[in-house]
Every structure is written in C-alpha cells, then in structure tokens.
C-alpha cells in the first residue's frame, strides 16, 4: 500500500489505483451504518451519554471507516461478552438513534428560520443556537412580547407595536424577515428582491453573502484552502462508471505539498503534511459541466480547508470542505461511488449554494 501510495503522489499507474478502489468497495455492509456528517456532528457533540449508553447496553463499538464531504461511513464491531445478535441489535438502535438526532437537528433549524437565518444549513443550527439568542430577542421585543422592553403600551414606536390583522396573520409587506419588526430604512437586494432593514441585513451578510430567504449568493466567496495546491485532472476512455457506461472516466487529482498554516487557518504557524486526494466524473457533457464548476470551486480555495480528519482523528490536516465529491468508481452513494443518478445535479446544487455557477 505505501508502494502505491507513492506511486500515486507521482500520478503514475493511475490504471492499477483506480482497480484498487473499486475492489475496495466490496466486503460486507451488515456492520455499517452511512450518516449525514452535520447529523454526526450534532450527536457527538450534544448527545455523547447517548451514544455512549448504546455502545454499552449493545456492547458494540462504533467507529468511522470513511468519509467524503457530506457523509460518514460507521463500523460497527462487537466488544467483550456480546450477544449473537448484538450486532444486528447494535446496527438498528444505531440507527434509530440517528434519526431521533435528526429530529432533534431539524428542531434546532426550524427556531431559527423564525428568526430570519433560513438561509443557513442545519450544520450551522447548533452554533446558531448559542449565538443567535439576540436576533430572537430582537423579535419579541418587535412583537411586543410581555415582559420585554419593546411591549409597553401607550407611546412606542411603530416598530415596537405591530399591526395585527382581523385573521390574525401578520402584514408581511413591512415585515424584517430578520428581526419581525416593521422594516426600518429599506434595503431591498439586487438579484432576488428580498427586503430587510438596512442594519439587519448587513449584520446577516456580514456572517454570510447570501439572501437570508432564498439563499440567492451574493459577492464571491474564498476559502482558506492551502494555495499550494494543484488540480490535475485526465481522462480514461477504458474506465466505465456504473450508470454512465457510454462514456469514460475524468479522473481528478487534488495535491498538497506541506505547508505551514497561515492567519485564516485554526492554527497559524503549525505545520500540516501534504496529501492527495482523487476523485471520479462521467465525461459526458454533464460531467465535463461539473469539471469545470470543481475548477472554479478549487481557484476560490473552497475545495479544501484545514481540520481535523473525522477517520483519524488527528489535526492539522488538508480535508474535504463541503463540496462532495466522488471517490470511488462503484459501490453507490453509500461508499461515495457509482451508479447514483442524481448525483450531478445534487452536487451543482451544493456549488451554486457557494456561489459557483456556469458564467
């Protein structure tokens, strides 16, 4: 594996590597489990007594066993006196417990949709959660919430006392869709024709440039992908892809030499190891529409970032940054390859929402 891997670093026998990776993609499915990183995430961080409790009643361990932007791949694996069927009974509390996660997750989004932050994905909602608590605050002070110094009655301004009409729905019209008062100094925005108050829209584009509606981009964002790094990218007309066998085989090749991490990463100054990513496109006209958004993806230094791996553990590593990518040749979404139909349109959707689209 190390002959290949350095094999690889070179961009030699790419034939031989490509093989490896599909055969990879076999072996048995009973003891994983795929999972939504931001769901993962949300668990760990939130709720470890949880999964702490069902690795002990279940005497499993779960670990993960893969990764991409999007997804995780858990193993499963009896430890110390397991039942027989501890697996399988492990497997489906696992995922039981995931999908009680992603209840949970939604609720959290769902608080702040009604404070104006729909524009923000679920991985966001936790840190919303804590930070957010003043735009909440801003509302009910909007709506004349008792209690709060916006609800007193007799002289407040027309922001702090709303008009209700006879159904009881609110007058949208002149509603901040940030803070639910009456919109002070308009600003409406150029693409979409959404409108906020001026202050609160430019507090919301501050921590995002994106319509806190639509989710319409505006401005182009840069990430803090390291800039030593390259993307090579040739084509296989031999390698056929499950569900695009009339065509052949882009093959992207993202390489990191060592760096040292510079103001925008968590830790400045900190030296990371370089590294090599690869990843498979269909070369159709649609694949080749994809290779060009990855381009200009990979020029904004959205590709990548600096973390910490999920698989390994350890920090101060190149890692993938939201932008999924498929890096396998088979095995379906559930190990990050082929066939998956909707796969190109799904990952244009997650380009565009960063602003990347065709010119």
Same mark, same amino acid.
């Given at each position: 594996?190390?002959?290949?891997?350095?094999?690889?670093?070179?961009?030699?026998?790419?034939?031989?590597?490509?093989?490896?990776?599909?055969?990879?993609?076999?072996?048995?499915?009973?003891?994983?489990?795929?999972?939504?990183?931001?769901?993962? =995430?949300?668990?760990?961080?939130?709720?470890?007594?949880? /999964?702490?409790?069902?690795?002990?009643?279940?005497? !499993?361990? !779960?670990?993960? =066993?893969?990764?991409?932007?999007?997804?995780? !791949?858990?193993?499963?694996?009896?430890?110390?006196?397991?039942?027989?069927?501890?697996?399988?009974?492990?497997?489906?509390?696992?995922?039981?417990? /995931?999908?009680?996660?992603?209840?949970?997750?939604? *609720?959290?989004?769902?608080?702040?949709?009604?404070?104006?932050?729909?524009?923000?994905?679920?991985?966001?909602?936790?840190? /919303?959660?804590?930070?957010?608590?003043?735009?909440?605050?801003?509302?009910?002070?909007?709506?004349?919430?008792?209690?709060?110094?916006?609800?007193?009655?007799?002289?407040?301004?027309?922001?702090?006392?709303?008009?209700?009409?006879?159904?009881?729905?609110?007058?949208?019209?002149?509603?901040?869709?940030?803070?639910?008062?009456?919109?002070?100094?308009?600003?409406?925005?150029? *693409?979409?024709?959404?409108?906020?108050?001026?202050?609160?829209?430019?507090?919301?584009?501050?921590?995002? *440039?994106?319509?806190?509606?639509?989710?319409?981009?505006?401005?182009?964002?840069?990430?803090?992908?390291?800039?030593?790094?390259?993307?090579?990218?040739?084509? =296989?007309?031999?390698?056929?892809?499950?569900?695009?066998?009339?065509?052949?085989?882009?093959?992207?090749?993202?390489?990191?030499?060592?760096?040292?991490?510079?103001?925008?990463?968590?830790?400045?100054?900190?030296?990371?190891?370089?590294?090599?990513?690869?990843?498979?496109?269909? =070369?159709?006209?649609?694949?080749?529409?994809?290779?060009?958004?990855?381009?200009?993806?990979?020029?904004?230094?959205?590709?990548?970032?600096?973390?910490?791996?999920?698989?390994?553990?350890?920090?101060?590593?190149?890692?993938?940054?939201?932008?999924?990518?498929?890096?396998?040749?088979?095995?379906?979404?559930?190990?990050?390859?082929?066939?998956?139909?909707?796969?190109?349109?799904?990952?244009?959707?997650?380009?565009?929402?960063?602003?990347?689209?065709?010119?």
């Amino acid at each position: 594996m190390k002959a290949l891997s350095f094999l690889m670093r070179l961009g030699l026998n790419r034939v031989s590597f490509v093989l490896s990776r599909m055969a990879a993609c076999g072996g048995n499915s009973k003891n994983k489990v795929t999972v939504a990183r931001h769901v993962w =995430d949300f668990l760990t961080r939130e709720s470890p007594a949880k /999964l702490l409790k069902l690795k002990e009643e279940n005497k !499993v361990k !779960v670990s993960i =066993d893969g990764e991409t932007s999007d997804f995780y !791949v858990l193993r499963l694996s009896t430890e110390g006196h397991a039942p027989p069927n501890g697996l399988y009974l492990g497997r489906k509390a696992l995922k039981a417990l /995931l999908k009680e996660t992603e209840k949970e997750l939604k *609720k959290v989004q769902r608080q702040y949709e009604l404070a104006g932050c729909m524009a923000f994905s679920d991985k966001n909602a936790t840190e /919303l959660l804590y930070r957010g608590s003043g735009i909440a605050a801003r509302g009910q002070q909007a709506r004349g919430v008792p209690g709060s110094s916006g609800g007193a009655i007799g002289g407040g301004s027309s922001r702090e006392l709303r008009r209700e009409d006879p159904s009881g729905e609110d007058d949208q019209e002149n509603q901040c869709p940030i803070c639910l008062g009456e919109i002070q100094n308009i600003k409406t925005l150029e *693409k979409c024709k959404h409108s906020f108050c001026e202050d609160c829209i430019t507090r919301a584009l501050q921590v995002k *440039k994106a319509c806190p509606m639509c989710g319409r981009f505006y401005g182009q964002l840069v990430g803090n992908q390291p800039e030593n790094g390259k993307m090579l990218v040739s084509k =296989d007309s031999s390698l056929l892809l499950p569900g695009y066998e009339k065509y052949g085989t882009i093959i992207i090749q993202y390489v990191f030499l060592p760096g040292i991490q510079g103001a925008e990463h968590p830790n400045p100054g900190v030296r990371y190891p370089g590294t090599t990513r690869v990843a498979y496109l269909p =070369d159709c006209p649609e694949g080749n529409k994809v290779l060009a958004l990855f381009r200009k993806a990979f020029d904004q230094r959205l590709t990548f970032t600096i973390g910490t791996s999920m698989t390994t553990g350890r920090p101060n590593v190149i890692t993938w940054n939201d932008i999924h990518h498929k890096t396998n040749c088979s095995g379906g979404p559930q190990l990050f390859g082929y066939p998956d139909p909707t796969y190109l349109a799904r990952v244009q959707e997650e380009l565009r929402a960063k602003g990347i689209a065709e010119d």
